[in-house]
């Protein structure tokens, strides 16, 4: 319904063609939605905001992207453009609330269907390691819905780490999880090494150069989803084979692979597919 209102909305000020760009584009979390406008049209954007507000009410800020996705912490750069003055918000999905800071902590609703789907394949009794885990959306989703011995969640962004933090607290899973602030590599070398019989690897930029230590993690045998994002030329299919290919030759040697199963995630860009490949694999 949402995406129905802002078409009309930028139909009127900035015509149908651009109007169906920034649909594609548009995120709302929680109560603030996230538009792109083009540059052509800057002009208008505040009118544009507080045109969207009065015929959403139950949105209170509206904020520009104004760069792309970017750097190691996966952030971009938004500009308050009408409703209250906050970045932050109260996203909730499957019965589980999120707290994020929009602009500092990378979050997507867009992962909402992978997220409830990786959560369904975790079994009672595993140790989890989430190697990528921003304010934690995967690994409270688990720790609330299944009887996990513990969730290792590591994520390099302090206000990721502070924002997970209070989402521990919000959804009362404290006993079930264990905060690290660093790098993912260096915090399984440290802390968690045989340690896991899962380990979620949700960073398609860096999954593959970390793969050596989500082996580390793991125990004896286990589960490694690994998120890539693969070009393809004529169907997305062709990137579920080139995916899987690329995880079983990125395997180190003492391992075998048991079953690696790719799964389309999402269109990311045109002929651009994110894929999770559920790897299972076991020493020997
Ligand atoms: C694409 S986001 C995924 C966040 C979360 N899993 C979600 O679905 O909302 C990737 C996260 O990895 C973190 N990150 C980037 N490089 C890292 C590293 N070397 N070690 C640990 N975390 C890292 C970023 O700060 C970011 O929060």
Redesign the pocket.
């Known amino acids: 319904m949402g995406r129905s209102i802002v078409r009309e909305v930028a139909t009127e000020l900035f015509g149908e063609e651009n109007a169906r760009k920034m649909v594609r584009s548009l995120d709302i979390i929680g109560d603030i939605a996230i538009v792109k406008i083009p540059d052509e049209f800057l002009d208008k954007r505040f009118i544009f905001g507080e045109r969207l507000l009065e015929r959403m009410p139950y949105l209170k800020v509206i904020l520009r992207q104004v760069t792309p996705?970017e750097g190691?912490?996966?952030?971009r750069s938004l500009e308050h453009i009408a409703g209250e003055d906050r970045k932050w918000t109260v996203y909730r999905e499957h019965g589980i609330r999120?707290k994020?800071d929009v602009e500092k902590?990378?979050?997507?609703p867009r992962?909402s269907t992978e997220?409830k789907r990786v959560m369904e394949l975790v079994e009672d009794g595993e140790r989890i390691v989430?190697?990528?885990?921003?304010?934690?959306?995967?690994?409270i989703l688990i720790a609330k819905y299944k009887d996990v011995e513990i969730i290792h969640s590591?994520?390099?962004?302090p206000v990721?780490i502070h924002y997970h933090l209070e989402n521990i607290f919000l959804n009362k899973v404290s006993d079930k999880v264990i905060l690290y602030r660093?790098?993912?590599?260096?915090?399984i070398e440290r802390f968690i090494i045989g340690k896991a019989d899962r380990v979620?690897m949700?960073?398609?930029?860096?999954a593959l150069d970390?793969l050596g230590y989500a082996f580390k993690a793991l125990n004896k045998r286990g589960w490694i989803h690994v998120?890539l994002h693969i070009p393809y030329r004529e169907t997305w299919k062709e990137a579920l084979e080139k995916a899987r290919e690329t995880v079983l030759n990125a395997v180190p040697p003492g391992w075998s692979v048991i079953e690696a199963k790719p799964h389309k995630v999402r269109e990311v860009a045109t002929r651009l597919l994110q894929v999770c490949v559920d790897t299972h694999v076991c020493r020997g």
């Open positions: 996705v190691a912490y996966r952030i999120i994020v902590v990378y979050f997507s992962l997220r989430n190697m990528f885990a921003g304010a934690g959306p995967y690994t590591i994520d390099i962004n990721a660093g790098d993912a590599g260096e915090m979620l949700p960073l398609p930029e860096i970390y998120y």
